[in-house]
Every structure is written in C-alpha cells, then in structure tokens.
C-alpha cells in the first residue's frame, strides 16, 4: 500500500551535514506519521524523528538541535536535514510510514510503524 525509499546518505566528517530524503509513493492518505530510524549493527533500532500529518513533530533527544523533519505535501517527500553531524550518528537510517498515527509518547516506537524503506547508509568519522 505504501512504499518509501531513502536516498542522501553518505559519509562525512563531524560537525558536517547531510539532509536526506524519503519518497512517499502509493496510496494517497489523509492521516499518517513518517519518521526515521536508524540502527547500528547489533543494537535496537532507535526513533531519530518524526512528522505526523496533522503538523505534530517528535525528536530523539539526542538530535534536538542538531536534526529537522520537514516535508514537502506536493512531491509527496519527508525530509531529515542533519546538521553538526557526530560519530555517534552512524548508522543505517530508515524511514518508515505508519498510517494510523499514535499518540505523541509513542511517535518514535518501531512497533507502530508497518511500512520501511530499504535504509541509507550515514558514516561520521571523527
């Protein structure tokens, strides 16, 4: 019903930046959350980000500050721009759709996501 793709990531050094990208296509829906995720090799997927359809946004605490989710409506595009980049921002980053959207604690929990992307890859080197 939904599918996403990332696109954007890359390698840079810290205190860089990098904004990626993940494409909406499907079904049109009225109510949804988009968000990212990203996952180290063998640890927990951990929420980075996430917008909900009706304007509510949520951030990790460890990116206040530093990260923005925005979208773009017309070209159906949820964006994370990455700024003041960290080594401890390494890993794979996915975004996913979930299309009956929580409440605002439970924003940035796997659980209630259905649809994933594939991942893009961000390294920050030190």
């Known amino acids: 019903q939904v599918q996403l793709e990332e696109s954007g990531g890359g390698s840079v050094q810290a205190g860089g930046s990098l904004r990626l990208s993940c494409a909406v296509s499907?079904?049109?829906?009225?109510?949804?959350?988009i968000a990212w995720f990203r996952q180290v090799a063998g640890e927990e997927r951990e929420g980075v980000a996430a917008?909900?359809?009706?304007?509510?946004?949520s951030y990790a605490d460890s990116v206040k500050g530093r990260f923005a989710i925005t979208r773009d409506t017309a070209k159906n595009i949820v964006y994370l721009q990455m700024n003041s980049l960290e080594p401890g921002d390494t890993g794979v980053y996915y975004c996913a759709a979930d299309l009956t959207p929580s409440v605002q604690a439970k924003l940035l929990v796997k659980y209630e996501y259905d649809y994933w992307g594939q991942g893009t890859q961000v390294t920050v080197s030190s």
């Open positions: 499907g079904r049109t829906y009225i109510d949804y959350s």
């Open positions: 917008i909900v359809s009706d304007g509510r946004i």
